[in-house]
């Protein structure tokens, strides 16, 4: 099979859209004979070391904020006319854009309007709202790519052409020490029962989140023998929850750093705020609880824009209220403290939920995900002409 060489435009805007992209362009390069793919466009280190020419910088765009921010719109539809320009220019054989909806719906668009071709890998959640924009990506985007099982069904039910390639999640969460090097290594009991506690990675997240967890741990550990993780991935608001920490006062916990997968897998159960980590925690097996808070004013009004019949990503792929939701006003001390407490005193139900979310991660895919995703894509990078039909 003969690949003549061809330019491929690719375009990612985080961290963790860089690391994906990163791995399919690894991916595709080694299907092909060696010079016949060169990548360009948006992304960071990890799309370099690969040999994408990175137009523009992932942290660019990373500290803009959202699109529709006034003040860094012009930043933004700057990347934007350089992607494009340069695209009308090297007359790419196909676009790859990887999640970062609010930049890559836009480009898609403009790119559509120039003939290129357009996949998209990961999707935005118009299932969760403004499910009108659906509309728009049927006539922009020509294949989806989707990690999460309803999503295939979404999409094709509104006639898109869409793949399910299974979650990357799937090939990194894992432990990596036994329970008893992770309790040793941190000086941890392992005759009491050990709750992690994951107010989130954001700043408002762990301002809205923490306080509320402290105080349920506070009630729960005046009552029973337990240990609390607080476990954490980045030095970057070790000031913030240390202060929290000193201002709520709470039970004695243990602050994890840099070991978040062993601290979750070898808990007995975990309060998570709601995101990709209630999904992490499923692979893992841990029993959770979500929670999630945000400013009154925004969750009126996401009232009126979100539709879905849960909250929590682990309920949504279970099909089912696996575990307990707790957001918004449901979120207290007493509930959480609440929650708690019956599953903990519950055996059986913590089986239950250990069983459902096994369910969870067998719907999540096997592994492989981006390398299903380079599978799906390589036929659009063969001879024949895309501009006479779609693989």
Request: hydrophobic share 45%; with cysteine.
């Amino acid at each position: 099979m003969n690949f003549p060489p061809q330019s491929v435009l690719i375009v990612a805007g985080e961290a963790s859209g860089d690391m994906y992209a990163a791995e399919l362009v690894a991916d595709l390069l080694a299907k092909v004979p060696p010079n016949s793919l060169r990548f360009f466009g948006c992304g960071g280190k990890r799309m370099r070391e690969t040999g994408v020419e990175t137009l523009v910088d992932i942290h660019r765009l990373a500290v803009l904020g959202p699109f529709e921010a006034v003040s860094h719109l012009r930043h933004l539809y700057s990347a934007l006319r350089l992607l494009v320009n340069e695209a009308r220019t090297k007359r790419p054989r196909l676009a790859i854009l990887v999640d970062f909806p609010d930049f890559n719906l836009r480009l898609a668009a403009k790119l559509k309007a120039l003939g290129i071709p357009v996949v998209y890998l990961i999707s935005p959640q118009v299932w969760a709202w403004r499910s009108g924009r659906v509309e728009q990506m049927k006539k922009t985007i020509d294949r989806m790519l989707v990690i999460l099982p309803f999503e295939k069904d979404f999409y094709a039910e509104r006639g898109m052409e869409v793949d399910y390639v299974g979650h990357p999640l799937v090939d990194r969460v894992r432990v990596s020490k036994t329970k008893g090097e992770f309790f040793q290594a941190h000086r941890l009991n392992e005759t009491v029962p050990t709750v992690s506690l994951l107010p989130g990675s954001r700043t408002k997240e762990i301002q809205f989140h923490l306080p509320v967890l402290l105080q349920a741990a506070r009630w729960l550990h005046w009552q029973r023998p337990v240990q609390f993780l607080l476990p954490s991935a980045s030095r970057l608001h070790r000031g913030l929850i240390r202060r929290i920490l000193a201002e709520e006062g709470g039970p004695p916990l243990a602050l994890i750093e840099y070991d978040t997968y062993n601290a979750m897998g070898h808990s007995d159960l975990a309060v998570v705020s709601s995101g990709t980590a209630t999904l992490e925690t499923a692979l893992l097996g841990t029993p959770l609880i979500t929670v999630f808070k945000i400013s009154n004013l925004t969750w009126i009004i996401g009232q009126y824009l979100v539709r879905v019949p849960f909250y929590s990503l682990v309920n949504l792929v279970a099909g089912q209220e696996l575990v307990p939701e707790l957001f918004q006003s449901d979120f207290t001390a007493e509930r959480l403290h609440a929650e708690m407490a019956r599953l903990l005193d519950q055996p059986e139900r913590l089986k239950h939920v250990r069983m459902g979310l096994a369910s969870v991660k067998q719907r999540l895919g096997a592994g492989g995900a981006i390398h299903n995703a380079a599978e799906r894509i390589l036929p659009w990078l063969q001879d024949s002409p895309l501009a006479e039909g779609t693989p």
